[in-house]
């Protein structure tokens, strides 16, 4: 019974975030089975990403965040940018660049938007619970609704830079490369402020990803206004 309730606060976001981005993308909204293998390839980025943090202690390169925490906050610095950053969000990345640019319903800008938040959703419910057996209930309330929000946020990131050039037929090369530094960056800063300050780092992280947020919600209203505009464009006038 515990582990039920323990279960509830991961699995609840998992369905309010995927109701709200389908609404969000209600003008010509994605097959639902596209979605649902998005959501799926999220679960496989997670198991990915772990794969790749194994692969790096034959290097010596693997750390314990909270170890570095409490000896070394340059170490966690580093760990944060060249390893936690790169390696989570190149692992949401690679299904995104293998599977979903290919689906034929990826006509809009975006489209990619939507398919990153629901791979990012995939991925955060993989995470959350691997970590259920090591957290209280309180942890895995807050652990719950916040992770979704950091994973869809910041894939967001690289999704809109290379949405943007596949549908502009431009090289995608460089736009990829661009999003993904800038999201990596972006989410080792801040697991590097919330490993190190847990509490007092909350109004900097906080506010990091409410600036993320904002920038997020005017992109998408504007590409949705865009498609509403397009689409009344193309309808034949009586």
């Known amino acids: 019974m515990q582990e039920v309730l323990l279960a509830l606060p991961i699995v609840i976001p998992v369905i309010f975030w995927a109701g709200y981005h389908y609404h969000k993308d209600r003008h010509l909204p994605e097959p639902v089975l596209n979605l649902a293998i998005c959501f799926v390839l999220g679960l496989g980025a997670a198991m990915l990403s772990r794969l790749m943090y194994v692969g790096?202690?034959?290097?010596?390169?693997?750390?314990?965040?909270?170890?570095?925490?409490?000896?070394?906050?340059?170490?966690?610095?580093?760990?944060?940018?060249?390893?936690?950053?790169?390696?989570?969000?190149?692992?949401k990345l690679l299904p995104f660049l293998l599977v979903v640019l290919k689906f034929k319903a990826f006509d809009e800008p975006l489209d990619g938007i939507i398919y990153a938040s629901f791979?990012?959703?995939?991925?955060?419910?993989?995470?959350?619970?691997?970590?259920?057996?090591?957290?209280?209930?309180?942890?895995?309330?807050?652990?719950?609704?916040?992770?979704?929000?950091?994973?869809?946020?910041?894939?967001?990131?690289?999704?809109?830079w290379i949405t943007r050039a596949k549908l502009g037929r431009k090289p995608v090369a460089l736009?990829?490369?661009?999003?993904?530094?800038?999201?990596?960056?972006?989410?080792?800063?801040?697991?590097?402020?919330?490993?190190?300050?847990?509490v007092a780092a909350l109004p900097a992280a906080a506010s990091m990803i409410v600036a993320i947020w904002v920038w997020r919600l005017m992109l998408?209203?504007?590409?949705?206004?865009?498609?509403?505009?397009?689409?009344?464009?193309?309808?034949?006038?009586?």
Do not use: K
């Open 175 to 198: 736009p990829l490369l661009q999003g993904l530094l800038l999201s990596a960056t972006l989410h080792g800063i801040y697991d590097f402020l919330v490993l190190l300050y847990p």
């Open 119 to 160: 791979l990012g959703l995939g991925y955060a419910a993989a995470e959350n619970f691997y970590y259920l057996e090591y957290l209280t209930l309180l942890e895995s309330t807050a652990r719950g609704f916040a992770s979704p929000v950091i994973h869809i946020l910041f894939a967001s990131i690289w999704a809109y």
């Open 220 to 238: 998408m209203r504007r590409l949705h206004r865009a498609a509403e505009a397009e689409s009344s464009s193309r309808q034949p006038r009586l």
């Open 56 to 91: 790096l202690e034959p290097l010596g390169l693997r750390h314990d965040a909270l170890a570095l925490a409490d000896d070394s906050p340059i170490g966690l610095l580093l760990y944060s940018l060249l390893a936690i950053g790169p390696i989570e969000e190149f692992s």
